[in-house]
């Protein structure tokens, strides 16, 4: 008897077929869109993942920035989707959005980096001051989730919680004024190269040191397919929250079928030791 899916997984192979009608393609020379085109091992992973992923689509590499944008965006549509139907676990008025432009100042629009804005103009006016600081305390995320003010009476709808001689300071009080809450700072990775895992955690470590207030969630999604290359970025801690593979049940599968051992036990303990989860469990983890 055939059973209906349950939403994560279709949303999970709607997110998959957006990414095969754009950006996961095949070329003439049977490479992968996501693999290093001179790298054996992330050709056959690749090639492996796609057949899992039924890649029919055949056409050129795309320009890395395109791609980059284009996965962005289909990201951004997944979270969207899965994370406004856990209102039940996590209530709110939630947004989440792609970042467009490369604003570097971005995350001073909300609540917990604010202060970063009189932070530039203060370092406009004083190049001793701007060499001191640098660029540390520019962030632009790929894509943002927010959490937009309450209203008192919404904060008050089960009883009279708060008025005007009380909770003056919270920052989720509409009544005191403020900015957004920034809930998660999501960084989207086509593919990893050294640098592009440097750029990420420099990102997460800014995050953290800038921030006045609660510390959002800072994770990364990327359809890299090499184990080695997700270890670079996905281990060790204080920086990011956790790495978010685009289809690690098929990598698991195709990391067997190709009988690649040591790239499996690698991924094995990034996996084992809570450091890269599969795309669909993202939405659960931006609830907690």
Request: with cysteine; proline share 3%.
């Amino acid at each position: 008897m055939m059973t209906t899916p349950v939403d994560f997984i279709r949303a999970r192979q709607k997110f998959h077929a957006h990414l095969l009608e754009s950006t996961l393609t095949i070329n003439s020379a049977d490479v992968v869109s996501n693999a290093d085109s001179s790298n054996t091992t992330s050709k056959a992973i690749a090639k492996g993942i796609a057949e899992w992923l039924k890649v029919e689509t055949v056409s050129n590499r795309i320009a890395g920035q395109t791609s980059g944008n284009q996965f962005e965006a289909i990201c951004a549509e997944f979270v969207r989707e899965t994370f406004r139907k856990l209102q039940h676990l996590r209530p709110g008025v939630w947004d989440v959005r792609q970042v467009s432009g490369r604003n570097r100042l971005e995350i001073a629009h909300y609540a917990q980096y604010a202060h970063l804005v009189a932070l530039d103009n203060a370092a406009r006016n004083n190049p001793d001051l701007a060499a001191a600081l640098g660029s540390d305390y520019t962030i632009t995320p790929d894509i943002v989730v927010t959490r937009n003010l309450e209203t008192d009476a919404t904060i008050n709808a089960q009883g009279t919680l708060v008025d005007d001689n009380v909770s003056k300071l919270a920052c989720l009080r509409e009544e005191n004024g403020g900015s957004p809450l920034l809930h998660a700072s999501i960084s989207c990775k086509w593919t990893i190269r050294s640098d592009r895992a440097q750029n990420a955690r420099s990102e997460a470590l800014n995050l953290v040191r800038n921030r006045k207030g609660h510390l959002p969630h800072v994770v990364v999604v990327t359809a890299e397919p090499t184990p080695s290359r997700l270890a670079s970025i996905a281990l060790g801690t204080g920086d990011i929250d956790c790495v978010y593979h685009f289809a690690l049940y098929e990598l698991q599968k195709t990391l067997d079928a190709l009988n690649f051992q040591d790239a499996a036990d690698l991924l094995s303990v990034m996996v084992d030791g809570r450091r890269l989860k599969d795309i669909s469990d993202l939405p659960l983890d931006l609830a907690v």
